[in-house]
């Protein structure tokens, strides 16, 4: 048995490696997602003016605390409520067109440490398997909060156990429960190597977060976005590379 974190450590290299060997690749998708979040922030600010528009995303994309969301509210400024229910429509079709291309990036990954290369065309998934993975997520996110219900640790443990049900789906076609347990027997062992993989990334993003609270809101958000664009492609790249390994180690097992 490996020695624990060397995974890891080596997903990390090859996360920012295949990042650096791929910047082409990135490229096009950095530009395609961010061209859909300025186009919907556009949209937005057209349909309900540009204030109300940059409070919902300072509210909800900047992660403000409820209590200052609460002080808005009392000094009746949180005008945004105004026009909640239709943020919710557009803000939820934005979020799935967002996943869809969480999907394909996904799926760019697993080419790319399989053939060395893949294209832009893989972004637009079959709807079949993004209803899937989707899916998956919910359950995953079903656990997950009841786990953190429990004491916080529980849901960690579940976020890193079934962490890899996305990929199962995209690359092995599984059924939901299926990518679930196949996902929480494939972390069996290196439970440790994925939680420190987890925890890098998430304080990268933590860091960048604390980093925005120190700008404008609207210079927080585009970067914002930028931030969470980019260390999402080197996770993605990490945990494929994670992915592959603990898959090939468990099919030699058999």
């Known amino acids: 048995m490996q020695k624990t974190g060397r995974l890891a450590r080596e997903a990390l290299w090859y996360g920012f490696d295949t990042f650096r060997k791929n910047l082409g690749l990135v490229a096009a998708y950095f ?21 109300i528009t940059w409070q919902y995303w300072y509210l909800i994309s900047i992660g403000n605390t409820a209590n200052q969301a609460w002080q808005l509210i009392q000094a009746k400024e949180l005008v945004i409520l105004r026009y909640l229910f239709p943020f919710i429509i557009l803000g939820t079709f934005f979020q799935l067109l967002l996943f869809w291309f969480h999907v394909g990036l996904i799926k760019m990954a697993l080419d790319i440490y399989d053939t060395g ?54 690359e092995k076609d599984a059924g939901i429960i299926e990518s679930l ?41 585009i970067l914002s976005k930028i931030y969470s664009i ?24 058999e």
């Open 31 to 51: 530009a395609i997602y961010l061209t859909c979040v300025i186009g919907f922030l556009l949209f937005c600010m057209v349909m309900f003016g540009g204030d």
């Open 181 to 221: 347990k196949l996902s929480y027997r494939a972390t069996a062992g290196v439970f440790w190597d994925f939680l420190l993989l987890f925890a890098v990334m998430f304080g990268i993003g933590i860091g960048f977060y604390y980093l925005n609270l120190l700008l404008l809101p609207q210079v927080a958000f």
């Open 117 to 170: 290369t893949s294209s832009i065309r893989v972004l637009f998934s079959p709807a079949r398997m993004v209803a899937k993975v989707i899916l998956a997520q919910i359950l995953t996110i079903s656990v997950v909060t009841v786990g953190m219900m429990l004491l916080v640790i529980p849901g960690f443990y579940f976020i890193i156990k079934l962490g890899l049900a996305s990929y199962f789906i995209i």
């Open 230 to 253: 980019l260390i999402g492609v080197v996770y993605a790249f990490a945990l494929t590379y994670m992915y592959k390994k603990v898959t090939a180690e468990t099919k030699s097992k």
